[in-house]
């Protein structure tokens, strides 16, 4: 029963996740814009007819920034419920936080460009 048991617990973690992932794309506003962008850029490579190596470096951009986002999210949640008064040591570590999520942005932003450029000006 041992292996039962074990995936029930994988199943249940996946419903975790799964509502973690919809909590955050109802509740913050930052990935929803993402996530418009991320449809629009998706729509941009279906019209552009992206290679299979395009698609899997936008995709992977895309699960890059959000997920940072995400964790930017509970970063900034938990900082909260720790310290809900202002601390500048908690600014910093949200600071720095938000800073992962620009780093993966400029990544990504890079990447769509040296996809789509070459494209739209051909």
């Known amino acids: ?9 994988r199943i249940r973690s996946m419903g975790f996740a799964l509502k973690g992932a919809w909590i955050l794309l109802k509740s913050e506003a930052s990935i929803q814009v993402q996530f418009a962008i991320a449809l629009v850029v998706c729509l941009a490579g279906w019209y552009y007819q992206l290679s299979p190596m395009e698609w899997v470096v936008q995709v992977l951009a895309i699960g890059l920034v959000m997920g940072l986002e995400g964790v930017n999210t509970a970063i900034e949640a938990l900082s909260d419920y720790v310290q809900p008064e202002r601390d500048s040591r908690i600014g910093h570590i949200k600071d720095i936080s938000a800073g992962a999520v620009l780093i993966g942005a400029v990544a990504a932003g890079i990447a769509g460009l040296i996809i789509y450029l070459p494209k739209i000006f051909s």
């Not at 029963?1 to 617990?9: H, V």
């Open 1 to 9: 029963m041992p292996e039962t048991s074990y995936f029930r617990n």
